[in-house]
């Protein structure tokens, strides 16, 4: 009985390794791609003519 609750709490410790690892590889690489992107954009908005505030006389 002791045998088949370890044999059983290892099964279930590798298929929860195996799902976070799975989670991860496609989380990571979305959330580096979206950060690159997020950057970029600041770059952008910056830069961009008219970006600024405008104060206009009344």
């Known amino acids: 009985m002791i045998l088949a ?4 709490i ?3 410790y590798k298929l929860l ?5 799975t989670v991860l590889s496609l989380v990571l690489p979305l959330a ?4 690159v992107g997020y950057v970029i954009y600041l770059a952008i ?3 961009a003519i008219g970006g600024g505030r405008r104060r206009f006389l009344p």
Do not use: A, N
């Open 45 to 47: 908005d910056r830069k």
């Open 32 to 35: 580096i791609v979206l950060g």
């Open 5 to 8: 609750g370890l044999v059983g």
């Open 17 to 21: 390794l195996g799902l976070i690892s």
């Open 10 to 12: 290892y099964i279930v």
